[in-house]
């Protein structure tokens, strides 16, 4: 069973910056595509930023200039660089694996890591 691990989440002030890192052991990395999510309470999942096998990027409009994902293949590690954080921030960040069918585009292969906790607040 795939198993994403997330690390990196805690408490900041607002403006301040946070890095979370997603490992992802036991995969083909470099073909996935890499994303993360995030869920406030009350909220659904939104998608927050993904990374493509071949290292195009995009992100929600909230956090175009603020946020930067990148990937290390070499290290099956996926990175959401966090900077001037907002309250609205907070929320629980999820890493997503996920592969698509080449033509119907349909997920094919989809998997989760556990959530790690972001709270911005002084």
């Known amino acids: 069973q795939v198993q994403l691990v997330e690390s990196g989440g805690g408490l900041v002030q607002p403006g301040g910056p946070l890095r979370l890192s997603c490992a992802a052991p036991?995969?083909?990395?470099?073909?996935?595509?890499m994303g993360w999510y995030r869920q406030a309470p009350g909220k659904p999942r939104e998608l927050v930023a993904y990374?493509?096998?071949?290292?195009?990027?995009n992100y929600v409009d909230s956090v175009k200039g603020r946020f930067t994902i990148s990937r290390d293949n070499a290290k099956n590690t996926v990175y959401l660089q966090m900077n001037s954080l907002k309250p609205e921030d907070t929320a629980v960040y999820y890493c997503?694996?996920?592969?698509?069918?080449?033509?119907?585009?349909?997920?094919?292969?989809?998997?989760w890591g556990q959530g790690t906790q972001v709270t911005v607040s002084s």
């Open positions: 997503n694996a996920r592969i698509y069918a080449a033509t119907s585009k349909a997920i094919v292969y989809d998997h």
């Open positions: 036991g995969i083909i990395f470099s073909i996935y595509t």
């Open positions: 990374i493509t096998s071949g290292g195009s990027t």
